[in-house]
């Protein structure tokens, strides 16, 4: 089981950090991802922790996003600063297996920027 929270509203250049807590599964043993859906549009990749601990980024939210893991909570953090509108969307969390591409995901936490 996957579940993200700590998404709301912000206010634009205001901060929130996003939780993926996970039951059933190692997260040390899978890459986990953050992707985002903004109304209207596909799901995009914003961040992914591979199982080195290896750190990718959207060019979107380069230097302002920051992708963590704490393996002994089995826990995925996603500190998100200096938002903008552009950011508002439902905030996913999944866990992909490197090898057998075994996927789990989690119902989505919502984040609107807004003054």
């Known amino acids: 089981q996957v579940v993200e929270t700590g998404g709301g509203l912000v206010q634009p250049g205001g901060s929130l950090k996003l939780s993926c807590t996970v039951s059933?599964?190692?997260?040390?043993?899978?890459?986990m991802n953050w992707y985002r859906q903004a109304p209207g549009q596909e799901r995009d990749l914003v961040a992914t922790?591979?199982?080195?601990?290896?750190?990718l980024y959207a060019d979107s939210v380069k230097g302002r996003f920051t992708i963590s893991r704490d393996n002994d909570k089995n826990t995925i953090y996603l500190e998100m600063n200096s938002l903008n509108t552009g950011d508002t969307a439902v905030y996913y969390c999944?866990?992909?297996?490197?090898?057998?591409?075994?996927?789990?995901w989690g119902q989505g936490t919502e984040v609107t920027v807004s003054s």
């Open positions: 059933g599964i190692r997260t040390s043993s899978y890459h």
């Open positions: 922790i591979t199982t080195f601990g290896t750190t």
């Open positions: 999944s866990a992909r297996h490197p090898t057998t591409a075994q996927s789990y």
